[in-house]
């Protein structure tokens, strides 16, 4: 299945990770205007630890443009609790670990080699996709394509 576009509508789910319960898309925006999913391949690999380093360091730009951050990869909720610890990350990292890639899948990323692809979607209060985006895997998209739709989506 290909990645899902924008104005499809966004999958729910429920996931556990860093969040002291598990976590739903739908409790995430009603909380906000916006919802960024960022699927990644593996913590601790320098690629997702660069990207998601950076995403922490921009957080304050996202909440003013009204979204909040949610990491979704295949590691197990105390791997990405580690990782969240490691790299001082904030945001919810959420394992999609069982069913290994079930959520993923539904997005349309999961790889055939066990990990999500590298994708950015932003996902609006009413669950539906307004932005898409899948990186190589081994490039770090950086947080300019993010902010510059928000950016957008502000004005529209």
């Known amino acids: 299945m290909p990645p ?3 104005g499809a509508k966004a999958p729910d789910f429920t996931l556990e990770g860093t969040t002291e319960e598990p976590l739903t898309l ?3 925006l009603k909380e906000t205007r916006f919802a960024i999913l960022a699927f990644y391949p593996l913590a601790f690999s320098p690629v997702c630890s660069d ?5 922490q360091e921009v957080s304050d730009e996202f909440e003013r443009l009204g979204a909040r951050v949610i990491g979704v990869s295949v590691d197990s909720k105390y791997t990405q609790q580690a990782f969240a610890k490691s790299h ?3 945001f919810p990292l959420l ?3 069982h069913p ?3 959520v993923a899948e539904k997005y ?3 790889r055939e080699d066990g990990v999500a692809e590298r994708a950015l979607f932003i996902v609006d209060s009413e669950g539906t996709i307004r932005y898409s985006y899948v990186s190589e895997l081994r490039k770090n998209p950086g947080a300019d394509g993010l902010l510059e739709a928000l950016d ?5």
């Open 4 to 6: 899902l576009t924008v």
């Open 26 to 28: 739908w409790e995430v």
């Open 51 to 55: 990207q998601l380093s950076l995403y």
């Open 88 to 90: 001082g990350i904030t």
């Open 95 to 97: 394992a999609d670990f």
């Open 100 to 102: 290994k890639g079930a």
């Open 108 to 110: 349309g990323v999961m």
């Open 152 to 156: 957008s989506m502000q004005e529209g």
